[in-house]
């Protein structure tokens, strides 16, 4: 082999060489963008569904407000006094203390009433909440649903309007409460 010979092979062996560093270096940053986007794809779905549950927690706050039971419960003692002397509990409830607490939990909790504004709002608010919002959806359908019982002018209204914007089916829904 020549000098000439040396320089004619030189120039093709260096740009071969070059190629082929370029194309594991594009191969290696093609691999880590990969990586990176899984990483974002996992941090977003994450991210998805902590945000789903703040919602739903924030959704379930508004549903108690709704149906009027909003706060912490009141146990209130002197109610099963007044039951226990007038003879309110049977022969059976007073022989099982499973079944007699239950009675008593039931008769004697009162719960602080919002007021009837804060009613309808919540109603509005959980309707608002099932257009923008698919996850809230199925949950604030139900809902609606069995508020008809307790607000059914103010709920049919909100009901229908969700169930117009969403081209869902009216009689599945309202039909089945009346």
């Known amino acids: 082999m020549t000098i000439d010979n040396i320089k004619d092979w030189l120039i093709p062996i260096s740009s071969f060489i070059a190629i082929i560093s370029t194309s594991i270096g594009i191969w290696l940053s093609l691999k880590e963008y990969r990586l990176k986007l899984q990483a974002e794809r ?3 779905e ?3 569904a902590e945000t789903d549950i703040r919602l739903l927690e924030l959704f379930t706050n508004i549903l108690y407000i709704a149906t009027g039971r909003r706060g912490e419960p009141i ?3 002197g109610i099963t006094d007044l039951l226990l002397k007038n003879n309110a509990f ?3 409830e007073l022989a099982d203390p499973s079944k007699l607490k239950a009675k008593i939990q039931y008769i004697s909790f009162v719960s602080p009433m919002p007021g009837l504004e804060s009613v309808i709002a919540a109603i509005a608010s959980i309707a608002t909440l099932a257009k923008r919002h698919p996850v809230l959806l199925d949950p604030a359908l139900e809902a609606l649903t069995r508020l ?3 607000q059914p002018e ?3 209204k909100y009901l ?3 169930l117009d914007e969403l081209k869902l089916d ?3 829904y309202i039909s089945r409460k009346k």
């Open 75 to 77: 146990y209130i003692e």
């Open 148 to 150: 008809l019982d307790y």
């Open 160 to 162: 229908v309007s969700v």
């Open 90 to 92: 049977s022969a059976d």
């Open 154 to 156: 103010v709920t049919e």
């Open 42 to 44: 996992r941090l977003t």
């Open 170 to 172: 009216k009689e599945r």
């Open 46 to 48: 994450s991210t998805r």
